[in-house]
């Protein structure tokens, strides 16, 4: 081999704090406080308190490997932390506080986080489980002296007193690329979650990766970014990074995810790209039909983490006029695995058209291979026909759970990819159109039925709010479709209508048997529809065709 003779820098997390100080340092991080009020400074502010913080974790006793948790919304301090512990040398732990009790318990101590960080909060979320965590977990509050609250964790410290006349610089490690800089556990719908543990190397490859498609989603120095994924659902999405590199003014919504409490902050701060889940983008849809137009300069947005329904995109795209990228992943793809990049042909096709092509899940990422195979792990054609299940290895692609062996070996196949559990095909152009989950998908007499779609065009009926498709067991078939629906306020319909709706948008076949009404449709700790919820509720249907 002839060496190339470039210098050798390790791809540090440190790197983009650094950069964005120097580049960025009047662009504003604006931040929705949970004491209440607004907070603004600078990314050159922001890089101040985080090397401040920083000198707070090594005087805490943090080294290089340990394990700091957080328990956050988005907001000025939860950035900080995200920069100052990997910088240190020490791995970030963003944790869910939307699990469950016991799984917040398993995740801490299968961690062995030396310091949790939370948001007040969530302080009654954390009191009643003390006594099943680390005995030497230190705790601190993420707010001011003057908003300490009075509660019964011992020793709680004051995150604001931690960094009070510490130094505003800090010389960083000389971190190892490979070395673990964050873990983030997902949510486990089956047995305990996994930790996915990311490296600085793979979580910069995956910011550079999410330049390619920078343009397209508005991401640059002169958009105002909002993430309303939370910045504990894998990496945030990697905007935590992306938004100081390319220096977009980035907008922290804190606890207010309600679509009135969004449109405001909005409006008030001009955001011009937000990121979030369909259940999110609900919310935000219902209030600005309410205003009858969108946010002040809203022209991007980045929907994904659950099948987007075609008529949220039409919405958003034709009545409204922002353009949509939809985009799949997975926290052991850093998240970012697809989005919907378009080519200059793509961008001049009729508006319905584009809009059919944001229904798939769309073309991989840079740091990202894919490829569909049959059961007997048979590779199978990018002919936009054949499904089987999506396996993907790439720069940013996990190749093993934190110290879970046996999930390690069940997720990976002996080539090296990982199993996405995900059932897809891949068009000829490579746009990837997720099928189901391959617990979701309804098997019918040996046929598949995907709940996704047909999801999908229930979701097209102007009285649906929400919907969801199970299989319900059945003597004949083994599983049929039932379709859940919540309906929007006001509105009637029966379910003999929907079936009608659907008669010409989907086979015959894959019809539901029956259409239940409910008030509500149970959520995952990342906003998904808990099909495993629905599956509990309606183990006993029985099917009006039996
Ligand atoms: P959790 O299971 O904790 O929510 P992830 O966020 O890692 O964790 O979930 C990844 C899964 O979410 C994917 O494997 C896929 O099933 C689903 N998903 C993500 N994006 C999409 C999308 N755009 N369309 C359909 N499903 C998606």
Partial sequence: MLSGRMMEMPLTISSVIDYAADVRSDTEVVSKCVEGGVHRYSYSDAHKRTCQLAHALTSMGIKEGDRVATLAWNGYRHFELYFAISSVGAVCHTINPRLFADQIVYIINHAKDRILFLDTTFIPIITPLIHKLPKDLRYVALCDRKDMPDCDIPNLECYEELLTGQPTSFSWPNLDERSASALCYTSGTTGNPKGVLFTHRSTLLHTFGMMVF??????????????????????????????????????????????????????????????????????????????????????????????????????????????????????????????????????????????????SQGRRMYTVDMRIVNDSGELLPNDGEAFGELQVRGHAVMNGYFEDEEASDAALTDDGWLR???????????????????????????????????????????????????????????????????????????????????????????????????????????????????????????LSTV
């Fill in 420 to 542: 996405t559990g995900d059932v897809a095909k891949i068009d000829p152009d490579g746009f990837m159109s997720l099928v189901d989950r391959t617990k979701d998908v309804i098997k019918s007499g040996g046929e598949w039925i995907s709940s996704i779609d047909l999801e999908n065009a229930a979701q097209g009926h102007e009285a649906v709010k929400e919907c969801a498709v199970i299989a319900a067991s059945h003597p004949k078939w083994a599983e049929r479709p039932l379709l859940i629906i919540v309906l929007e306020a006001g509105k009637e319909v029966t379910g003999d209508e929907i079936k009608q709706y659907l008669a010409d948008k989907v086979a015959k076949w894959w019809l539901p048997d029956d259409v239940v009404f409910v008030d509500e449709i149970p959520h995952t700790a990342t906003g998904k529809i808990s099909k495993l919820t629905l599956r509990k509720l309606f183990a006993d249907h029985l």
């Fill in 214 to 359: 920078a343009a397209e989603v508005g991401l640059n120095s002169s958009s105002v970014v909002l993430p309303v994924v939370p910045f504990f659902h894998a990496n945030g999405w990697g905007l935590p990074f992306a938004s100081p590199l390319v220096g977009a003014k980035f907008v922290l919504p804190g606890p207010g995810l309600d679509g009135e409490n969004l449109f405001e902050l909005m409006d008030a701060e001009g955001v011009t790209s937000a990121w979030g889940v369909p259940t999110i983008w609900l919310g935000l849809l219902a209030e600005m039909r309410k205003h009858g137009r969108k946010p002040g300069g809203f022209q991007y947005m980045l929907v994904g983490g659950s099948a987007v329904p075609r008529s949220m995109i039409a919405e958003f795209e034709i009545d409204f006029d922002v353009r949509v990228v939809h985009g799949w992943g997975m926290t052991e793809t850093s998240p970012v695995g697809s989005t919907t990049t378009f080519s200059p042909a793509m961008r001049s096709l009729p508006i319905e058209k584009q809009v059919d092509l944001k229904v």
